[in-house]
């Protein structure tokens, strides 16, 4: 059973325009979000993070969207640069534990 | 301030023999996770630290596998007797606890990684 699911593999973007990843979740005593991005050969690294006390949080050209009725939650970058271009990886953690449990990953293109 | 390392980046190893991996969190770094990743897949929690104390275990990690962190600071993962299906990457992250605001106990920083390859 996949707690935390990203449906889209893959996603390709214009460079300058919106890319939006999406994240569904199933377990409602998550409570706090995290994105990450990967690169080849690379661990994960931290990008973006939002509690469930919020509905939205931003951080220069990436904002992370919490709607907690429907257990989703989507990243959107704007401006999209050729250098976004990664695996981006949803995940989630609560319920007093600190073990985070990830998505399978999109990955997105950003075309130039 | 360097980041989480593990060592070594790559190994390969023939089924049944023991493996090792270290990782050095962050220095000022409380918490200490250890994950595994397989081609297509998000990386799957093994286990955890905080200090020396090890606090969650997940059912992936067989009998096999043990974890340490013996003095607080860096951890070792063994796998007794691999098998095939052990091959994967194992990462390691850590993170901030105590300070009082839980997004940096929740926000965990990863290494890059040992790729394991049993042959």
């Known amino acids: 059973d996949q707690q935390v699911k990203q449906n889209s593999p893959s996603l390709s973007v214009q460079e300058g325009r919106i890319s939006i990843l999406n994240c569904d979740y199933t377990n409602s005593m998550f409570d706090y979000f995290l994105w990450y991005k990967k690169y080849p050969a690379e661990g994960p690294t931290f990008l973006i993070s939002i509690s469930s006390i919020k509905d939205k949080n931003e951080d220069g050209r990436f904002t992370v969207f919490l709607n907690k009725s429907a257990k989703h939650l989507s990243l959107h970058i704007v401006p999209s640069q050729p250098g976004d271009s990664a695996v981006y990886f949803c995940?989630?953690?609560?319920?007093?534990?600190?073990?985070?449990?990830f998505g399978k990953g999109t990955k997105l293109s950003v075309i130039p | 301030d360097t980041g989480v390392s593990q060592d070594p980046r790559h190994k390969i190893t023939k089924r049944g023999q023991n493996v090792t991996f270290r990782c050095d969190p962050i220095s000022e770094h409380n918490r200490l996770y250890w994950y595994r990743q397989t081609l297509g897949q998000g990386p799957e929690f093994l286990t955890y630290?905080?200090?020396?104390?090890?606090?969650?275990k997940s059912r992936l990690l067989s009998d096999r596998f043990s974890a340490e962190r013996p003095k607080g600071s860096f951890s070792t993962l063994e796998i007794q007797r691999t098998e095939q299906g052990d091959s994967a990457m194992y990462l390691c992250?850590?993170?901030?606890?105590?300070?009082?605001?839980?997004?940096?106990?929740?926000?965990?920083?990863f290494g890059p990684g040992t790729r394991l390859t049993v042959t």
């Open positions: 630290f905080q200090n020396e104390a090890q606090l969650e």
């Open positions: 995940a989630a953690t609560g319920a007093g534990s600190y073990q985070l449990t």
């Open positions: 992250a850590s993170s901030l606890s105590g300070t009082g605001n839980p997004r940096t106990a929740y926000e965990q920083y």
